[in-house]
């Protein structure tokens, strides 16, 4: 029989049922790993890994043919400052294509952050997210490396998904786990559009230039 150890009031005493070097588990982290085993449940044993990964082949292939248009091997046309005031019910004629990828990127994108961010987020924080993520005003080329970098956010969000419940399975709880579980909604909508980073000084800067007085 192995043992777990604890310190209390008299010292360091072990209990016995695990083996030693196995993380000691407070109330409060039973009350995390209860909450992780709900999602490892779902995300791992239901499926949701395999989801997600079809989600993010779906976003792939849009970002493709956004890319295929911006370098002119398409002829469609998804997105744009005209073709985004063009009211629906005209483009369900017009651009049935520009619509069809629209609401591709809305339905995987609504899917994918439940699976990933779980219940973390608002069904009008997902809209938003997705309204920067593809904007049909912008033109093709600035929605797909926004989508691009969207894509790469999330794969980071399935990576550390992955990692902690690997150790998760391993250790049957997440105490003296080091990595983060997911990614959160602000990080993914840094992603989307990274902040402007501040200008540097160029090296002229507080020097005053006069031309020299010829002779």
Sequence with gaps: ????????????????GGPADRPVVSHGQKAVDSEFGKEYAKFFAGGGFA????NLDQLREVQSL????VKGESSENLTGPFLGRVPDFVKAFTHPEAIGARNRVEEVVQRNLRLILGGQFSEEEGKMLIARAYNPNLEEAENAARLGRLVKAMERGLEAKMNAGRYFEKE??????KGVTSVSMDELENAIEPAAKP?????????AITKKASD
């Design 1 to 16: 029989t192995g043992y777990a150890f604890s310190l209390d009031s008299k010292g360091l005493v072990a209990i016995p």
């Design 51 to 54: 989801d997600a990964e079809k």
């Design 172 to 177: 049957g709880t997440l105490a003296g786990y």
């Design 66 to 69: 956004l890319g295929k248009i």
């Design 199 to 207: 200008a540097t000084k160029s090296g002229t800067e507080g020097w």
